[in-house]
């Protein structure tokens, strides 16, 4: 029970602090060894224990079993110790125990978390892949004479915003991958087989995340399929799309923005600078996430603000009640956070960490105050009542947050109409100018695909 509890409330936790979304299949039964990137610390394990559907028991770093309240999550989830040689060379021989209890964990038809990356990163890509993945795997299967049925279930992480309260997290699973036909290679060449299957585990991961050549590839791609997809009326111009729905398209346009710098740099360079200029007009704009439309309709707007002032002022009163009563917890975890002064793929996780004890110590501490001045009647119903208005006051933010910006864009678009007819030409330019590279692209993969055929006649 204590297991299933603990992924429950941690994968709560998790859900209030971002905004989770999933997709692709359900976690495999029987033994699975669940492999995904690692950008955001031990926010990736909670997301995982989040969308996973079944218990599964991770590997971490050994370092972080000796924490108070990490340690004691991690070890209640039947957590693994991984000995780094950056943590402490003298222990590295401990980590064949640590393989030995992972590959017993298989056997007995759980599922186990690893990330092959070795250690949590704001790269803008995958970092090296270690073979502990694959040689776990392997190993299992051949303890089990090739008849465990093991699964390697890659998973892929995203997110936006991750060291901000509210951000988004999705995790893509992937198709499971069999081990077992791997046995005759891997009976032939143990090494030559764990490689291969290390890279495999790598390609699975490279077709769930973004990746890039440089970080500030990242905002061109970002801003890029923006505009793209709303000029082509994929999305309309306020919509915020999931990031589910977005990935696919993020993916093609990482994989343009690499070949277009491989055969004409001054190129990619012209589109980076149009797309700079278009970015601070909808700055001054207000937009933050979306795009302007190019003309608002007078019943539109109107169902649009009756709509949301009705869903804003029926929670208001229980969000006001949230916002007041959680506002203490809420800042003691930013204050307190910022003074470990973490690196950015470590901020949610200590946010999340210094929450988790500040939060329930405040509820505590105001039903213990109820208890004795008023009985348990008083007590229970403010157990019951306080979370609700916690979820309610971020259901709140989140919803004003929107409206606000959207209020801001329609108030300065009206009065900037020039500024509106020039971002709505350059649009259309970018567009354009995308549409043509893309179909350049296209191009020159039908040339290579025609003369690979030739060469294979």
């Known amino acids: 029970m204590l297991p299933r509890i603990i992924t429950r409330l941690v994968g709560w936790a998790v859900a209030v602090f971002y905004d989770v979304e999933r997709?692709?299949?359900?976690?495999?039964?029987?033994?699975?060894?669940?492999?995904?990137?690692h950008p955001n610390a031990?926010?990736?394990?909670?997301?995982?224990?989040?969308?996973?559907?079944?218990?599964?028991?991770?590997?971490?770093?050994?370092?972080?079993?000796?924490?108070l309240l990490v340690g004691t999550v991690l070890k209640g989830l039947g957590g693994l110790p991984v000995y780094r040689k950056e943590d402490d060379p003298?222990?590295?021989?401990?980590?064949?125990?640590?393989?030995?209890?992972?590959?017993?964990?298989?056997h007995a038809g759980e599922a186990v978390q690893i990330y092959p990356e070795g250690q949590s990163h704001s790269e803008p890509a995958?970092?090296?892949?270690r073979t502990g993945a694959a040689r776990i795997a392997l190993l299992a299967e051949q303890r089990a004479d090739w008849g465990l049925g093991l699964h390697i279930q890659p998973v892929g992480l995203t997110y936006t915003r991750?060291?901000?309260?509210?951000?988004?997290?999705?995790?893509?699973?992937g198709e499971?991958?069999?081990?077992?036909?791997?046995?005759?290679?891997?009976?032939?060449?143990?090494?030559?087989?764990?490689?291969?299957?290390?890279?495999e585990i790598r390609r699975r991961l490279e077709a769930l995340t973004l990746n890039f050549e440089r970080a500030d590839d990242q905002a061109l791609v970002d801003v890029a399929e923006r505009i793209w997809t709303r000029g082509k009326g994929l999305a309309r111009p306020r919509e915020r799309e999931p990031m589910a729905d977005r990935l696919p398209r993020l993916q093609r346009f990482a994989e343009g923005v690499r070949w277009l710098r491989q055969v004409d740099a001054t190129r990619l360079d012209a589109l980076r600078h149009d797309i700079s200029r278009y970015l601070s007009?909808?700055?001054?704009?207000?937009v933050r996430e979306g795009d302007v439309p190019s003309r608002y309709r007078t019943t539109s707007v109107l169902r649009y603000t009756v709509v949301q002032l009705t869903m804003l002022l029926l929670v208001l009163p229980v969000a006001i009640v949230g916002t007041v009563y959680w506002f203490v917890p809420f800042l003691a975890t930013r204050w307190i956070a910022r003074r470990f002064k973490p690196k950015l793929d470590q901020v949610a996780t200590y946010k999340l960490a210094v929450a988790s004890l500040a939060f329930p110590t405040w509820l505590i501490a105001t039903l213990l105050l109820a208890f004795f001045a008023s009985g348990w009647t008083m007590a229970l119903l403010l157990a019951l009542a306080?979370?609700?208005?916690?979820?309610?006051?971020?259901?709140?933010?989140?919803?004003?947050?929107?409206?606000?910006?959207?209020?801001?864009?329609f108030l300065r678009a009206t009065r900037r109409s020039t500024s509106r007819e020039r971002l709505a030409e350059l649009r259309a330019q970018l567009v354009r100018e995308i549409d043509d590279i893309a179909r350049l692209w296209q191009q020159e993969r039908r040339s290579r695909r025609q003369i690979d055929d030739g060469v294979a006649r």
């Open 126 to 129: 995958l970092t090296r892949i």
């Open 386 to 409: 306080l979370p609700v208005t916690g979820l309610a006051a971020v259901a709140w933010r989140d919803r004003q947050e929107v409206v606000l910006e959207d209020v801001r864009v």
């Open 90 to 106: 003298a222990l590295m021989h401990m980590n064949d125990r640590t393989f030995d209890a992972a590959i017993a964990a298989l």
């Open 176 to 199: 499971p991958l069999s081990i077992a036909p791997y046995r005759a290679r891997y009976q032939e060449d143990e090494r030559a087989t764990v490689n291969e299957l290390t890279a």
């Open 162 to 173: 991750k060291h901000l309260f509210r951000g988004c997290a999705m995790a893509a699973f």
């Open 23 to 37: 997709t692709g299949p359900t976690l495999p039964a029987g033994p699975v060894l669940v492999t995904a990137n």
């Open 42 to 67: 031990l926010v990736d394990p909670l997301v995982i224990f989040h969308t996973g559907g079944r218990i599964t028991r991770p590997l971490a770093k050994a370092p972080l079993f000796e924490q």
């Open 281 to 286: 007009l909808i700055a001054l704009l207000g």
